[in-house]
């Protein structure tokens, strides 16, 4: 990835107006930045979400707060906490999210 033509800028998240995305159970309250190509985002999960799709989009994802649990389509299964993250790139391996108990995450695709 290379970040080009974005200037020093700074981004109060509380700002941003947030879009709702309902998963198979629970919703998804996403704050979005584009830069160009890349895509910043603030995601919250309420408690109970489970992702509708299996995900091959590539991301850079921290855990701020909550627990997210993460299935990659191959069974094998993942829980990040407060200040762990992943790292998957483009059409590498089908992954999909659930946060019992809700979670909160920046997300850099």
């Not at 033509?5 to 919703?27: A, L």
Request: net charge negative; proline share 5%; charged share 25%.
């Amino acid at each position: 990835m290379q970040m080009t033509n974005i200037p020093f800028g700074i981004t109060d998240w509380s700002t941003i107006e947030q879009s709702e995305h309902k998963g198979e159970t629970g919703v998804a309250y996403w704050r979005t930045q584009n830069f160009g190509d890349i895509r910043v985002r603030m995601v919250e999960y309420s408690p109970g979400y489970l992702a509708d799709h299996w995900c091959s989009k590539g991301h850079i994802l921290l855990c701020l707060e909550g627990e997210l649990h993460t299935e990659l389509k191959d069974g094998r299964k993942f829980i990040l906490k407060p200040g762990m993250s992943y790292q998957v790139a483009d059409n590498a391996e089908p992954h999909r999210s659930t946060a019992p108990n809700g979670a909160k995450l920046f997300i850099v695709d």
